[in-house]
């Protein structure tokens, strides 16, 4: 697919805007993976009470007034951040561009579930009576917000909406920014995915009851994929949005070009509510493989989206040794490792912090992976450190989330 | 021990939800004592706005940055602070301090103002 396509149809990443709990910009971020830096810290929340979260602390008054934060959202607050950053990191003239030109498309595990508790919170204290329901419940809550708020601050009048993808919506976001450039909507996507899912004690507690939330004395190794003593997820806020052009764009104002969209795929496994299905996986694997004309061998790191738990991990190594199995020079890492599940951030996140090694040709590592488990192992995963590498030309992003539903990204380096 | 942004200052939600005043024991307040309750309101709606100055016989619209969400927080912050309804046919008196005081003054007669 990707051979015959025309500049115009070939989509690329000319910024990157994020926010990690290790990190609030892709240089910040970048040194923390490759210094093995965790963000994950001790953190309470309501009614759960003492837990571990990967928390953000990016400036919020940076593009955001006092006011706009008390009538929004976190997701709101992370996305504009994210958005703001990106563009700026683009070199773009943003009062020049026709804001009609420009779509937003924001991936999101959930979304209304912070609002909706802190309203039931607050409502507790007027024995319930709804006359004291907050007439912001509906704005903040409707699906879109995120993107929605992005909008407003942006002043975009293009398209705006969230991809509510599960854990794959990251990915999902990008490949709908892909997708929109590729049929004309937009002459510029912001897409991504954000997360504001800590600030939710309902997310904490289902894990917890689900048996699948990390606990650990040090917080800093609770999260800990494909590692032995593994004990689950350790949920992270944060997020992540690039500037997508068409290649024909990003060349014509000789912009920075971080790589090009070369594959992408989306599948479901139709099998079960929250336990993956590697032969799906797999399938989408290839499927973006085959899309970008590339060869499993070509890859030189795949990003892997295990989360720590401990059937997840062994689902997604079973996926990726069928795919890539003995070929023996692909590199394998994992980002929650070090954040923990930034959920519709995640994919966003973990391709971006890997987009730096087309320059510095390092492969960060996936930490706290002090014994691998058996059914996990991957020959080629990186361990603790990061691993140098004579080339890297192709990028690999795994982004899998509950209901079954699997994404994968493509990027490929861009000669300059 | 990091806590939960959400429940604080930030977003603008108290930490606790407000128990809603009681009238028992109340005293009459005041016009100036009024004109504080709306000042600590407008105070949350608008943070990022000097309303030291504020001209009391000037609709609040053309001095502040005031649209029909926050005209609702008004209402609503009054009904969670002092169990005053305003039905929507009054909202036109919120329209500037003069206006609100004059229009508050009788229904905060006997709110206790602690």
């Given at each position: 697919m990707h051979a015959k396509l025309s500049d115009q149809l070939r989509i690329v990443i000319t910024g990157v805007g994020l926010t990690a709990p290790n990190g609030n910009s892709l240089p910040e971020f970048r040194a923390a993976l490759l210094e093995g830096r965790s963000?994950?810290?001790?953190?309470?929340?309501?009614?759960?009470?003492?837990?571990?979260?990967?928390?953000?602390?990016?400036?919020?008054?940076?593009?955001?007034?006092?006011?706009?934060?008390?009538?929004?959202?976190?997701?709101?607050?992370?996305?504009?951040?994210?958005?703001?950053?990106?563009?700026?990191?683009?070199?773009?003239?943003?009062?020049?561009?026709?804001?009609?030109?420009?779509?937003?498309?924001?991936?999101?595990?959930?979304?209304?579930?912070?609002?909706?508790?802190?309203?039931?919170?607050?409502?507790?204290?007027?024995?319930?009576?709804?006359?004291?329901?907050?007439?912001?419940?509906?704005?903040?809550?409707?699906?879109?917000?995120?993107?929605?708020?992005?909008?407003?601050?942006?002043?975009?009048?293009?398209?705006?909406?969230?991809?509510?993808?599960?854990?794959?919506?990251?990915?999902?976001?990008?490949?709908?920014?892909?997708?929109?450039?590729?049929?004309?909507?937009?002459?510029?996507?912001?897409?991504?995915?954000?997360?504001?899912?800590?600030?939710?004690?309902?997310?904490?507690?289902?894990?917890?009851?689900?048996?699948?939330?990390?606990?650990?004395?040090?917080?800093?190794?609770?999260?800990?994929?494909?590692?032995?003593?593994?004990?689950?997820?350790?949920?992270?806020?944060?997020?992540?949005?690039?500037?997508?052009?068409?290649?024909?764009?990003?060349?014509?104002?000789?912009?920075?070009?971080?790589?090009?969209?070369?594959?992408?795929?989306?599948?479901?496994?139709?099998?079960?509510?929250?336990?993956?299905?590697?032969?799906?996986?797999?399938?989408?694997?290839?499927?973006?493989?085959?899309?970008?004309?590339?060869?499993?061998?070509?890859?030189?790191?795949?990003?892997?989206?295990?989360?720590?738990?401990?059937?997840?991990?062994?689902?997604?190594?079973?996926?990726?040794?069928?795919?890539?199995?003995?070929?023996?020079?692909?590199?394998?890492?994992?980002?929650?490792?070090?954040?923990?599940?930034?959920?519709?951030?995640?994919?966003?996140?973990?391709?971006?912090?890997?987009?730096p090694s087309f320059e510095d040709r390092l492969c960060h590592p996936t930490i706290n992976l002090d014994q691998i488990d058996p059914e996990c192992d991957i020959p080629g995963l990186v361990a603790n450190k990061p691993q140098p590498m004579d080339r890297v030309e192709v990028i690999l992003n795994n982004s899998f989330g509950m209901l079954g539903i699997n994404s994968v990204v493509i990027v490929k380096r861009v000669e300059q | 021990m990091l806590t939960d942004r959400r429940f604080g200052a930030i977003a603008g939600l108290p930490a606790q939800p407000r128990a809603p005043h009681r009238a028992s024991g109340a005293i009459a307040m005041t016009a100036e004592e009024i004109r504080q309750v709306v000042l600590d309101i407008l105070a949350d709606i608008v943070p990022d706005e000097d309303i030291s100055n504020l001209k009391d016989d000037v609709p609040f619209r053309e001095q502040l940055e005031l649209d029909s969400m926050d005209f609702l927080d008004i209402v609503m912050e009054l009904r969670k602070r002092y169990r005053i309804q305003i039905p929507e046919k009054d909202y036109p008196a919120l329209g500037s301090m003069k206006s609100t005081v004059e229009y508050l003054e009788p229904l905060m007669r006997n709110i206790n103002n602690k």
């Open positions: 963000g994950v810290a001790p953190f309470e929340t309501r009614y759960f009470g003492p837990t571990l979260a990967g928390v953000c602390n990016f400036d919020e008054l940076k593009y955001q007034r006092r006011k706009d934060l008390r009538r929004g959202t976190r997701a709101g607050s992370i996305g504009i951040y994210c958005a703001r950053e990106a563009v700026a990191d683009a070199g773009l003239n943003w009062e020049k561009i026709d804001k009609s030109t420009v779509g937003i498309y924001v991936g999101v595990t959930e979304h209304g579930n912070v609002e909706t508790e802190n309203e039931i919170y607050l409502l507790k204290g007027y024995d319930y009576d709804t006359q004291y329901w907050s007439h912001h419940h509906n704005p903040r809550t409707v699906a879109n917000n995120p993107a929605g708020e992005i909008s407003l601050n942006m002043g975009v009048t293009g398209p705006h909406y969230t991809v509510g993808a599960a854990c794959a919506a990251g990915n999902a976001g990008i490949i709908q920014g892909v997708q929109m450039l590729r049929l004309g909507e937009c002459d510029l996507a912001l897409c991504g995915g954000v997360s504001e899912s800590i600030h939710t004690f309902g997310i904490f507690a289902s894990f917890h009851s689900q048996g699948a939330l990390a606990r650990h004395e040090d917080p800093t190794k609770a999260s800990r994929p494909f590692d032995l003593a593994r004990t689950g997820i350790v949920v992270a806020e944060g997020g992540c949005m690039f500037v997508l052009e068409r290649l024909s764009d990003a060349q014509a104002r000789g912009a920075k070009i971080y790589g090009e969209i070369v594959g992408y795929a989306m599948n479901s496994d139709a099998v079960d509510f929250v336990l993956p299905d590697p032969a799906r996986q797999a399938e989408c694997i290839r499927l973006a493989l085959r899309r970008a004309g590339i060869s499993a061998e070509e890859v030189d790191i795949v990003s892997t989206h295990a989360t720590g738990t401990i059937t997840g991990d062994i689902q997604e190594a079973a996926a990726l040794r069928q795919v890539f199995n003995g070929q023996g020079r692909t590199l394998f890492n994992n980002t929650k490792s070090f954040i923990g599940h930034a959920m519709g951030a995640a994919g966003a996140l973990e391709l971006a912090g890997n987009l | -």
